[in-house]
């Protein structure tokens, strides 16, 4: 059974910090593309960042460039959001999704394009 779980998520003023993880398990997640998207109250699921298979290659929305870093550990099957400067507007459940096929060349960077999803960690700044 495939599995992605997240955690990390929290409470956090204005210019702090949180470190997201998501840990994934039931099939081989290091020789596929995985990301981070988020969806606020009213708003629709946007992507936040994703990460090719090898770690090699990273896309970021314009607005958190700069302020967060997406990685993984294969060894481990985890990928981490380490999120930085954090402001009232990255208030949202944040989601980790993973694609399915391997060693894709292509960095996908829409929802549709992810099979496999958690169930999201909440993520609160206050101002």
């Known amino acids: 059974q495939v599995q992605l779980v997240e955690s990390g998520g929290g409470l956090v003023q204005a210019g702090g910090s949180l470190r997201l993880s998501c840990a994934a398990s039931g099939r081989t997640f290091s020789n596929v593309a995985m990301g981070w998207f988020r969806q606020a109250p009213g708003k629709e699921r946007e992507i936040v960042a994703t990460?090719?298979?090898?770690?090699?290659?990273?896309y970021y929305v314009d607005s958190v460039k700069g302020r967060f870093t997406i990685s993984r550990d294969n060894a481990q099957n985890t990928v981490y959001l380490q999120m930085n400067s954090l402001k009232p507007q990255d208030t949202a459940v944040y989601y980790c999704a993973a694609d399915s096929t391997p060693f894709a060349f292509i960095l996908p960077r829409t929802s549709r394009a992810y099979d496999y999803w958690g169930q999201g960690t909440q993520v609160t700044v206050s101002s």
């Open positions: 990460i090719s298979w090898s770690g090699s290659n990273t």
